[in-house]
């Protein structure tokens, strides 16, 4: 069935978002079952990006719905934008965005060497949570599944990325 390839239909979800961690920008540790009472909202990130701007919103939405998401940024260097080390990434997004939501260490997101966890998100949601620049969104519902994805161009205060968000948290 071709429609399987393209969306969750198949997903048999062996595994949930909650079975997996990152290390953080400061060597601790980013486990995502600490926020199983919340939609978490996984974005790659660089600081070279045209889509760079999106911190802003991004840490927005973190601080307006504190309660109900978490966001979880992921710096990568997979689209040759993110040249910086862990340490000037955090700089970089302190000074210029005042992030305070969670950052993961420098990691790939894409091919064989992803994050166990972007391979998670395409297995069980198909080639729409391959992100395929930065600043992609995988929205985790508070089931520990991929509720939606959102391209790059998506902004975070976008009208149908905030309806998904208050979708999950009303679920």
Known sequence: MILSFF??????YHKLAYDFKFKGLDGNQINLRDYNDKVIVVVNVASRCGYTP?????????????????????????FKQEPKNNTEIKKFCEANFGITFPMSEKTDVIGNNAHPFFKWAKKNHGIAAIPKWNFHKIIIGKDGKVADTFASFTKPNSKKFLKIIKKEIKS
Not at 54 to 78: A, M
């Open 7 to 12: 969306s969750n239909l198949s997903a048999d």
């Open 54 to 78: 999106q911190y802003s919103d991004l840490q927005k939405l973190s601080k307006d719905y504190k309660n109900e998401v978490v966001v979880i940024g992921v710096p990568t260097n997979n």
